[in-house]
């Protein structure tokens, strides 16, 4: 699918390598630093206490001014059960629901938050609310 994609992707006039990774892993075999890192959806799949590791690592690969868009659910969403903090979907996963203020903490250190909000995203059933934060690499 990735190298679909990068092909599509140079078709287009795009200038851009997507990677396959363990994002909590060590990521030593990736030595280039990137402009842009994209979550799309990702970070609702880690929990609290593996944050901080992965934002090591985003924070590692991004360039110096280096930019950073990460969407995630958010706890106003009411989807799968529509409460609390942890959710399990139908499909048995379960997800860490976060909010704005919760961002903002997790972020401040490492990154300077261009724009946070909340924001209606397509999902399989119905729209989602999710957290929008772009930011950029200190």
């Known amino acids: ?68 868009l990460s969407v995630c659910f958010s706890e106003d969403d009411p989807a799968f059960g529509g409460a609390g903090k942890y959710r399990t979907t139908s499909l048995g996963t379960r997800l860490y629901f976060s909010s704005e203020k919760e961002m903002r903490e997790l972020f401040k250190h490492g990154f300077l938050i261009e724009e946070l909000r909340t924001i209606e995203t397509e999902g399989r059933a119905a729209p989602h609310l999710s957290v929008w934060a772009l930011m950029t690499k200190k």
């Open 1 to 68: 699918m990735l190298e679909k994609t990068q092909k599509k992707a140079v078709q287009a006039g795009f200038r851009v390598r997507f990677l396959a990774a363990d994002v909590l892993g060590d990521l030593a075999e990736i030595t280039d630093a990137f402009e842009f890192a994209y979550d799309w959806h990702l970070l609702h799949h880690i929990y609290p206490e593996y944050r901080q590791r992965y934002l090591r690592n985003v924070s590692r690969l991004l360039a110096p001014g280096g930019r950073y």
